[in-house]
């Protein structure tokens, strides 16, 4: 019989039975990533429950040099809370930490520990009159440690920004074990490079999110969700310079959307039906809101704003939803298109961004650009037109394959989908991040000035690079080998 590494019996002794496992059964769901692309393997799986706990077990793991994933809701789109397939690295569970421990109404903020799902974060803002304006598909399992490590956007980046801008502050341990406590939310604080913002799209490569102040705004008075159809991406983009200049301050979601993208959703998705009568090439979900009573009531201002725009030929055809019943359908639809395409066969997903100016010709030829190199595909492009996100698809041939397919063109078709990006002075990573999906991509298309300041700050802080080796920042000596 083996005898127990001294390290795992320290570390079992921090967190005691409840918060230790070696257990197959107890860590596989925790092992592959959620797009199910990545399996890796754990000697153990760590779940702290208090901040102390974390820095205890940063410190035994940094001292035995052993690699530690951090890991949230397990909800990432990159591989970037998935250990790689060697079995040397131990799995940090957050979700033990999941008390909210202070909401200021009065001051707008909400402090919370890294495993609160963003569900419940919104349900117990709300019963304070407050909301937190960043919202996803997985808000049901996403963490705000997660959130907070992957820069996180969303639908309300338009109006309320990324999770940059929304981190008013950061406690977090660094891979020795030291705890930084920058949770206070100082307007000025002159001291230096802004440590908070290390963490935040980090991707627990420098420490671990334990808890963040998080900047809230008034919950809704209400709102008003209208679908558009206009002619073109460009006429799309006309309408969004349109309402941003008449509604600044209540303009919150513009999301563009082809007609191949709905028709696949009222095919797959049931309960779904078409917002407006006939075909048309791009769709466009719009969200106008009050949050102060005072305010313009949005209704009123988007019946106004579309009449308008329908004058000038912005748009072709429009409805607003009489309920909020059938708002949250009308989004329902943008929300289930990725799903959607997964059931209508095998493609590759790419999430970039581009110069808002940008956004309509960026689509209009990238994507024949790609269709015709690799015949018989179809480019499926839709997104945050108001933040120039575009998460663009690139749909198989009929009769192809999954997981054949994107197995053999993901080499072939991604890199020169990131070319046009960078040509077009993109980012290859707008919300998802980086992971290990993208890292090698990252360092092909980085200049070497970004490439250097990443690996000095990674290595300064992390010299034994124990914290999620193989993700984001490439160094030769990631345990991965990737």
Request: aromatic share 4%; with cysteine.
């Amino acid at each position: 019989m083996s005898k127990t590494p001294k390290w795992q019996e320290q570390m079992q002794s921090v967190v005691g039975t409840k918060g230790f496992t070696c257990a197959d059964d107890d860590m596989a769901p925790w092992l592959t990533d959620w797009r199910g692309h990545y399996t890796g393997a754990a000697m153990a799986m760590i779940s702290p429950a208090t901040t102390q706990e974390t820095a205890d077990i940063l410190k035994i793991a940094n001292e035995n040099a052993i690699s530690v994933v951090p890991q949230g809701g397990n909800s990432g789109m990159v591989g970037g809370a998935t250990p790689d397939a060697n079995g040397q690295s131990i799995l940090l569970s957050l979700r033990r930490m999941n008390q909210i421990r202070a909401i200021a109404p009065e001051d707008q903020l909400v402090l919370c520990e890294a495993g609160v799902i963003l569900q419940n974060l919104h349900d117990a803002l709300a019963t304070e009159g407050q909301r937190f304006p960043l919202t996803l598909g997985g808000k049901g399992s996403a963490t705000v440690g997660g959130l907070v490590s992957t820069n996180a956007g969303g639908t309300q980046v338009l109006r309320h920004g990324t999770m940059r801008a929304l981190v008013a502050g950061i406690e977090g341990v660094l891979p020795d074990g030291s705890i930084f406590d920058g949770l206070a939310a100082l307007k000025k604080d002159n001291r230096g490079y802004d440590l908070k913002q290390l963490f935040v799209g980090g991707e627990g490569t420098l420490g671990v999110v334990t808890a963040a102040t998080l900047r809230t705004v008034p919950a809704l008075v209400d709102r008003c969700v209208a679908w558009a159809a206009v002619g073109s991406t460009d006429q799309a983009y006309q309408l969004f310079r349109f309402l941003n200049s008449r509604a600044p301050q209540s303009l919150e979601g513009f999301e563009i959307i082809p007609e191949t993208c709905l028709a696949s959703v009222l095919r797959h998705i049931p309960g779904t039906r078409s917002p407006l009568e006939g075909a048309h090439r791009w769709h466009v979900l719009i969200e106008i809101v009050r949050d102060h009573p005072e305010a313009q009531n949005p209704r009123s201002v988007t019946e106004g704003l579309l009449a308008t725009a329908m004058e000038r030929d912005l748009i072709e055809d429009a409805t607003l939803a009489a309920s909020e019943r059938q708002a949250e359908d009308f989004w329902k639809i943008r929300d289930s298109i990725s799903e959607a395409e997964r059931a209508n066969g095998p493609a590759l997903q790419h999430d970039i961004s581009v110069p808002v100016p940008g956004m309509a010709g960026f689509i209009n030829e990238a994507s024949p650009i790609i269709e015709a190199k690799f015949p018989g595909t179809e480019v499926l492009a839709f997104g945050h037109m108001g933040d120039g996100n575009v998460h663009f698809h690139v749909k198989a041939p009929p009769g192809a394959q999954s997981p054949d397919w994107p197995r053999e063109y993901a080499q072939k078709i991604t890199p020169l989908v990131h070319d046009l990006v960078i040509a077009a002075g993109g980012s290859i990573s707008a919300e998802h991040g980086i992971g290990q999906s993208k890292r090698t991509e990252l360092e092909r298309l980085s200049s070497d000035a970004r490439l250097s300041v990443l690996r000095a700050i990674k290595t300064a802080i992390d010299p034994k690079n124990i914290m999620n080796p193989g993700k984001l920042v490439p160094l030769a000596s990631d345990q991965s080998g990737s």
